[in-house]
């Protein structure tokens, strides 16, 4: 009787029904908690994939980057990931130098030709990677020299499009696109931008004073490839130049953040780009929206589709002054995650980050 009872005992996370999995993941707001969800066994892992496709699952909250050891940590609770490790060759020698939304940037020094970098996207959590270009052009000649990227933005996951923020050794500030299989960057002179965003097709580029630019992409007619266009002024400002300026999407509308220096905190203001009277009109509350700001990746966000883990109406971002002026090359001092309140004006802080020269940005994980 006891061996056959023993026989018959299956754990109690076996008898969970699906429906109850699934809504406990759904209250699982960190990524690396729904892994470890789906590591309990068998059914719950399969719960887990089968809501990682449903349209009811919540996205998962950012993670913050410390650069350059692909360290990661949790947003709020400061958990740390740790995903520099790959089998992969080409990774192990290659340097991680950029970050946008779930995508890092790679660059191997060793290229085929004299004085070419080998760029190359890959997403750590899905293994997936994209080529890009080694050189670049400009006009009709091709220039076979370094191309630093400041920012890029994988536009479609579908076909690869990118876009970059970058300088050319010779031509100054450039706004750069490719798609996978092109042999170059297509690139365009700009008048040197403080963020770029990638709106309605056209890229957006704001310089210091906060005037706004466009540049159209379109395809060669002869060679079929992609190619981005001169810039167009479509907004003259006349206000004060803040410290910090972030381009961000939101509900179909290109946002300016400014950020600027206060003697107890940083304050914030929020612009909305209208385009049809080329001026910046002050947004004074993002209702459900909450923005996540920093120098290489921002994103608007819905606070509902977070369930009770986000508040409408707030910005976080990342004091990204991680060096004092007299010890620039010699000792790194923490920075700092802090939120906004749009509704009273309050700045507050939410984690300290120890981190090396290179400034700490959000990662939205997802495969």
């Known amino acids: ?18 429906e109850l999995t699934g809504l406990a993941l759904r209250r699982l707001p960190s990524l690396a908690d729904r892994v ?7 059914h719950w892992r399969l719960a887990a994939q089968q809501q990682q496709q449903a349209p009811t699952l919540p996205p998962a909250l950012p993670w913050i980057s410390i650069f350059p050891r692909q ?30 939304e ?26 997936a990677t994209i080529p890009l270009p080694k050189n670049y052009r400009f006009g009709y000649g091709f220039y076979f020299g370094p191309l630093s990227i400041r920012k890029f933005i ?28 092109m042999s ?3 690139i365009a002179a700009n008048p040197g931008y403080e963020d770029i965003a990638f709106h309605h097709g056209n890229i957006y580029g704001v310089t210091r004073k906060g005037d706004l630019y466009a540049h159209n992409i379109s395809e060669d007619s002869g060679t079929r490839e992609t190619v981005v266009s001169y810039s167009k002024q479509v907004i003259m400002s006349s206000d004060t130049p803040a410290k910090k300026l972030f381009l961000v999407v ?25 385009l049809e009277m080329s001026r910046w009109s002050e947004v004074s509350g993002l209702g459900d929206q909450v923005l996540f700001v920093s120098q290489m990746c921002s994103k608007a966000v819905s606070a509902s589709s977070h369930g009770n883990y986000l508040c409408g109406n707030r910005i976080y971002f990342m004091d990204d002054e991680t060096w004092s002026a007299s010890n620039r090359h010699h000792h790194p001092k923490a920075s700092v ?28 994980p997802h495969k």
């Open 250 to 274: 939101s509900r179909g509308n290109l946002l300016l953040v400014k950020c600027y220096d206060r003697i107890v905190a940083s304050a914030f203001e929020v612009f909305k780009a209208d």
């Open 102 to 127: 779930n995508w890092l940037l790679f660059v191997n020094p060793a290229g085929s030709c004299v004085g070419a970098n080998n760029f190359f996207l890959k997403n750590p959590l899905s293994g």
């Open 36 to 42: 470890r969800f789906g590591a309990v066994c068998r």
């Open 71 to 100: 360290v990661f940590q949790s947003f709020p609770d400061g958990e740390v990931h740790n995903l520099g490790r790959s089998s992969q060759p080409i990774i192990q020698r290659a340097a991680c130098c950029g970050l946008s």
């Open 184 to 186: 170059v960057w297509s």
């Open 154 to 181: 994988v536009c479609s996951d579908d076909d690869g499009l990118t876009v970059a923020m970058a300088r050319g050794h010779y031509h100054g500030s450039l706004t750069a696109c490719c798609r996978p299989g």
């Open 337 to 364: 995650c802090g939120m906004y309140d749009l509704r009273n004006n309050i700045c507050h802080r939410i984690l300290t980050l120890q981190c090396s020269y290179f400034t700490p940005t959000w990662f939205f």
């Open 1 to 18: 009787m006891a061996t056959e009872a023993i026989s018959s005992w299956s754990p109690w996370s076996d008898g969970l029904p699906p």
